[in-house]
């Protein structure tokens, strides 16, 4: 379902909100203000004192009070400027547009009761909004791959990022594991103290975690982040619980499991890498059942790979991920747009426009689409598309 056509900028007036409400901090006439059912935000300031930061506070117009605590803020948000528009977007996502910056520092978008937020929300028990930036291009959708422990999900990870290194990068986990000997901390994985990773979990540093084969492992947002500024396509290795978990969040992903042909070569491939405790191995194969049962029927993967034949397996692998000779690019456009200070942000179904004002305008009209919106991570750079159309 489309969204309803909208109007919808709220800028501050200065000294004063017109429902009245004791602010907590003052606005200033570059603040902005956006009502989400019972709640606004107010973008503008600084996060918590921090000038480098753009700060959100929360009021609740039930209680007619601010949230006691500055909410957490995970991703990067921008930094302060002259002015911004905000425009609500669906799913509890507000578009910010800072004025008079360039396109490549311009689109943001706040996450304040997305499905990601809930979620945090509920896992850290605080207040908690997310930041992405929107940047112009494809940032093509970032790649989970699931399986069980053996299957080869390293193997056709290693085979990609050889062929095609400057297409794809991988999103190094962290986990409380101890390092295999030939592993790299910071190249296989951050290997970390239970203790750390549990406090950095809780600080929601994480897109998520979960407890594998008696181990912690997760994926921390900065994982994702480094991939995805790179300009390249991030592929996370995890496991089931992990990808649950990232379908539920706004990373929009392309989610595939990868099935050994069977139980039986799946324990030899096991034993025959030669890295685990005989023990470790009855373990990782109990597992395997759970997972692959779930891997089948839980509806979170749209794709299922046999790895029987590996260059067979890599080929499938490779055709679903639309590589093929003809077109291993990552398009990513470059030309720069910059945002007029003095604009009007209109919404109309899936198009932001937005209007230069003021007397030296050329009437130039801005269009974000945002059916474009794709890739990235919660609280980080998005793929947009942003036209200028030039008035005749
Ligand atoms: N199609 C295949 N045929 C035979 N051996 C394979 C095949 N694919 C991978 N292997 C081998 O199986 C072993 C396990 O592969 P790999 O380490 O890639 O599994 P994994 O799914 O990443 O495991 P984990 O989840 O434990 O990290 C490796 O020794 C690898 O060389
Ligand atoms: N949920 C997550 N699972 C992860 C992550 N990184 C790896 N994994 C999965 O753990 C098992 C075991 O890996 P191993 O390296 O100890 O053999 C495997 O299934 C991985 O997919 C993560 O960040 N989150």
């Given at each position: 379902?489309?969204?309803?056509?909208?109007?919808?900028?709220?800028?501050?007036?200065?000294?004063?909100?017109?429902?009245?409400?004791?602010?907590?901090?003052?606005?200033?006439?570059?603040?902005?203000?956006?009502?989400?059912?019972?709640?606004?935000y107010?973008i503008?300031?600084?996060h918590e004192?921090n000038?480098l930061f753009l700060g959100v506070q929360i009021?609740?117009?039930?209680?007619?009070?601010?949230c006691?605590s500055i909410p957490t803020v995970l991703g990067t948000g921008p930094k302060?400027?002259?002015?911004?528009?905000?425009?609500?977007?669906?799913q509890g996502r507000i578009?910010v547009?800072?004025?008079?910056?360039?396109?490549?520092?311009?689109?943001w978008f706040l996450e304040v009761d997305s499905p990601f937020v809930r979620e945090q929300r509920k896992l850290l028990g605080k207040e908690v909004v997310a930041w992405s930036k929107g940047?112009?291009?494809?940032?093509?959708?970032p790649?989970?791959?699931?399986?069980?422990?053996?299957?080869?999900?390293?193997?056709?990870?290693?085979?990609?990022?050889?062929?095609?290194?400057?297409?794809?990068?991988?999103s190094?986990?962290h986990?409380?594991?101890?390092?295999?000997?030939?592993?790299?901390?910071?190249?296989?994985?951050?290997?970390?103290?239970?203790?750390?990773m549990?406090k950095e979990i809780n600080d929601g540093k994480f897109l998520e975690f979960?407890?594998?084969?008696?181990?912690?492992?997760g994926t921390s947002i900065e994982s994702v982040e480094v991939v995805t500024d790179?300009?390249?396509?991030c592929?996370?290795?995890?496991?089931?619980?992990?990808?649950?978990s990232v379908?539920a969040s706004s990373l929009d992903a392309?989610?595939?499991?990868?099935?050994?042909?069977?139980?039986?070569?799946?324990?030899?491939?096991?034993?025959?890498?030669?890295?685990?405790?005989?023990?470790?191995?009855?373990?990782?194969?109990?597992?395997?059942?759970?997972?692959?049962?779930?891997?089948?029927?839980?509806?979170?993967?749209?794709?299922?790979?046999?790895?029987?034949?590996?260059?067979?397996?890599?080929?499938?692998?490779?055709?679903?991920?639309?590589?093929?000779?003809?077109?291993?690019?990552?398009?990513?456009?470059?030309?720069?747009?910059?945002?007029?200070?003095?604009?009007?942000?209109?919404?109309?179904?899936?198009?932001?426009?937005?209007?230069?004002?003021?007397?030296?305008?050329?009437?130039?009209?801005?269009?974000?689409?945002?059916?474009?919106?794709?890739g990235g991570a919660p609280g980080r750079t998005r793929?947009?598309?942003?036209?200028?159309?030039?008035?005749?």
């Open positions: 379902m489309g969204e309803a056509p909208a109007f919808f900028v709220d800028h501050l007036e200065n000294g004063g909100h017109t429902n009245g409400f004791g602010l907590k901090s003052e606005p200033r006439d570059k603040d902005t203000s956006v009502q989400i059912g019972d709640r606004s107010l503008g300031g600084n004192g000038p009021h609740d117009k039930t209680t007619n009070k601010w006691v302060p400027c002259k002015g911004y528009s905000a425009i609500v977007l669906k578009l547009i800072k004025k008079g910056s360039a396109s490549d520092d311009s689109i940047v112009r291009g494809n940032a093509e959708k790649i989970v791959i699931s399986g069980p422990s053996g299957v080869g999900k390293g193997t056709l990870i290693t085979m990609l990022m050889k062929e095609f290194p400057s297409m794809f990068g991988f190094v986990s986990t409380t594991r101890s390092p295999r000997c030939m592993e790299k901390n910071g190249v296989h994985y951050h290997f970390t103290d239970k203790t750390v549990e979960a407890s594998v084969h008696g181990n912690l492992y790179s300009g390249k396509r592929i996370l290795d995890i496991d089931v619980q992990g990808a649950r379908k392309v989610f595939i499991f990868v099935c050994p042909p069977s139980m039986k070569e799946l324990e030899d491939r096991l034993r025959a890498r030669g890295t685990e405790t005989e023990e470790q191995i009855q373990k990782r194969l109990r597992n395997a059942e759970a997972e692959i049962k779930a891997g089948k029927s839980s509806g979170i993967f749209e794709h299922i790979l046999y790895n029987d034949n590996l260059e067979e397996c890599y080929k499938n692998l490779k055709n679903l991920l639309g590589i093929n000779d003809d077109a291993p690019v990552n398009g990513v456009e470059v030309e720069g747009i910059n945002l007029p200070k003095e604009h009007t942000v209109t919404k109309i179904e899936d198009k932001i426009m937005i209007q230069e004002t003021g007397e030296a305008t050329k009437n130039d009209l801005i269009v974000l689409d945002l059916a474009s919106i794709n793929g947009i598309v942003l036209d200028s159309v030039k008035s005749s």
